[in-house]
């Protein structure tokens, strides 16, 4: 008999508090602890610009706190060691991150790095990965944030992507200290967001959930259905908030969506993939194209490369996402993939290879690239049976558009 | 210009760790602290028919612990003093609740009243009602759960209702002390549910999600979509469940269904509404019918007398969740309430108040009851919007059926 497909066995717990909507920045003054000795993280001028430093100023005048900004995309392990002296230096004992993914997540690295009683802390970066309890971070500086920028989720997850430049390195970090106390949601800070950056935190967001959504269909209603809601939010909400950048409702859905994407709820009972998201990281590391062009640009070739094995999931997306009841399994596949290139194409999102600074002549590096993380960091095959090896890499570019 | 709808401004904040699979039970022993004294609580014998006790007992059987049993639905402030009383004699730390939602119900007030500085702990849910922080609870023993009938949610939420027999007093606690730290969900344990209790069950769960969703339209994409999924799942997954009831997929699906339905996350962001729970409450006060079945015979009237005001909802609920995309929002409203009511009876659960033991003869009562709530406990009126008034109670039953 065939076994039963349902839930993958699972542990649920995120106990990050959610302070969601418009003007709830002064909340800040009430949720850390009086006593505190703050450390201020972020990264350039925008949150100067928009108004949201002088909210974070105003809300934390009585507390004592420092600032420590200059955190970039991509955030870098060099730059973040210097706010782990100020931390050690000046006994911070909470850490504020205001900005968007990557100060949060650089400000997680600086958490545990604080508290790290070995010699180096990227250990637990990269060690860690190999099992090696002995790196495992064991304390950490409580971590709020205020969040401006909706796409990793970082706010209400437990892990970070940090770069060390020294070394080329850059590696993924979960670990359950790294959840943070409280992050503020306050969707008006999105107003202002350039163009580009809507675009790519609602293509990124949906690239979150097509890598947990998008796998085998082992009848998990929960998961799926929230899934589906998240995608066709994505689909209703992101033109709204294009036309008019100041429409609250579309901004405050788009903001939830991108948290709820990412913030382990629908990966819980699935299998998971991430496929997309390795190979369009080598894509970013080589070129320097943004995060979210990558993921749209490797999207169609995978889906085409592994559409046998996630075809009654794109079906089942076809049917609940795009309204399409007619047809074959195969059909509705098809569809899905056409229809999601559409979505991505009307937001002013390019699918191309071409886009992100790779023609066929970068396959082959690529390709290389991907391998080296199975000979170099032993890491597993990509996608979610860990059956993508590096020549299944040129096969998946050579399915993308150029 | 109109008030933009969307989202209200909230908190969100639930750290209850879930464990959920088949034979997950046995993880108890690495779940509750090595050196806990832990007292079990519990109803009838139905965990001791279905091998639950048992297999409770093995997983603990390094730890300390001792047993309270008896807990009756609709659970009683007296019965839970004997356990209060154990509770302080024997120094229990742990409070371990092994059942359905009334177990954990009343272990959750155990939990705090064993805290309780003042004299009568009653006093934490009945004075509180009026705001009083004096009795607001200030600590707990710390509780963890393992659920069997899947139903209430109280095992992800921090509620509890409570009935004190010698006053007839009934009321709802909740307060962040009360989430559960842990709660176990094996769906296998509900392999062996008398049918009525899976009917039951997927009810209650149903209008569960119906006092959250199906009221005022917001534009509140995350918890609308989430509340259609979850809806679709109980009106798929039910008649699985029945006609096999060792189909896991579908008992897995119910059962994560039935918590996610209550554990604040659809309730963030909308109105509430609860106006069919408290007309239910006192029909079950009065007969002794069981908890779902008064919602079910409740629900027709409420949404006739309401339709009005929750007329885009009820519409919404038509497109997305019984797939009616044609016609007006009345049409689809009444389209709505008729599936709803065909559903329902299509499990065996029937939809008239003489299966609850009301008839017209009956009205006057039931109104007078739910004015007493405004006279004697100063409760609001009932409904979303606060308005609904002894008077409009009859003409809710008027729109019942017999």
């Known amino acids: 008999m065939e076994q039963v497909k349902s839930y993958l066995n699972f542990t649920f717990y995120n106990p990050t508090k959610i302070i969601f909507g418009a003007k ?7 949720l850390i602890p009086k006593e505190s000795k703050i ?16 909210q974070v100023k105003e809300a934390l ?11 970039s995309p991509n955030p870098k392990y060099e730059h973040s060691m210097k706010a782990v002296e100020i931390c050690k230096k000046e006994n911070i004992d909470f850490l ?21 009683e070995y010699e180096d802390p990227w250990d637990m970066v990269s060690k860690s990965f190999f099992g090696d309890s002995k790196y495992e971070p064991k304390a950490a500086i409580p971590i709020g944030t205020v969040i401006t920028l909706p796409a990793t989720a970082s706010e209400m997850n437990a892990g970070f992507v940090l770069s060390r430049e020294s070394t080329k390195q850059k590696y993924d970090k979960t670990h359950t200290l ?18 580009n950056q809507t675009i790519n935190g609602a293509v990124d967001t949906f690239i979150h959930i097509i890598e947990q959504y998008a796998t085998t269909n082992r009848n998990t209603r929960i998961p799926d259905r929230i899934a589906e809601g998240l995608l066709d939010i994505i689909i ?13 409702s579309a901004r405050a859905n788009l903001m939830w969506s991108s948290t709820m994407a990412l913030n382990d709820l629908i990966a819980r009972g699935v299998e998971e993939d991430w496929a997309i998201h390795a190979i369009g990281h080598e894509i970013t590391a080589m070129t320097g194209a943004d995060h979210a062009k990558t993921l749209a640009a490797i999207l169609p070739g995978l889906w085409k490369y592994k559409k046998e094995q996630k075809k009654e999931k794109l079906a089942m997306m076809a ?5 399409k009841k007619e047809g074959t399994d195969d059909e509705k596949a098809d569809f899905t993939i056409q229809k999601t290139i559409e979505f991505f194409n009307s937001i002013g999102m390019k699918t191309t290879l071409s886009s992100v600074g790779i023609g066929k002549e970068n396959f082959n590096e690529i390709s290389k690239r991907i391998n080296n993380r199975f000979t170099i960091l032993k890491a597993p095959p990509l996608g979610e049976n860990a059956d993508i090896y590096a020549k299944d890499i040129i096969k998946i570019l050579e399915l993308c558009n150029l």
């Open 24 to 30: 709830t920045i002064p909340q800040l003054r009430n």
């Open 39 to 54: 450390l201020m993280t972020y990264g350039g001028g925008s949150i100067k610009k928009n108004g949201v430093y002088d």
């Open 61 to 71: 005048k009585k507390h004592q706190f420092l600032e420590f900004s200059g955190i």
């Open 96 to 116: 504020l991150a205001v900005g968007g993914g990557s100060v949060i997540d650089a400000t997680k690295f600086i958490s545990i790095a604080a508290k790290y």
């Open 178 to 195: 790294l959840y943070p106390k409280f992050s503020i949601l306050d969707p008006e800070t999105t107003y202002t967001l350039p163009k």
């Open 236 to 248: 209703s909400e992101t033109p709204k908030a294009l036309e008019n950048p100041k429409d609250y």
């Open 319 to 323: 049917e609940r996402v795009y309204g």
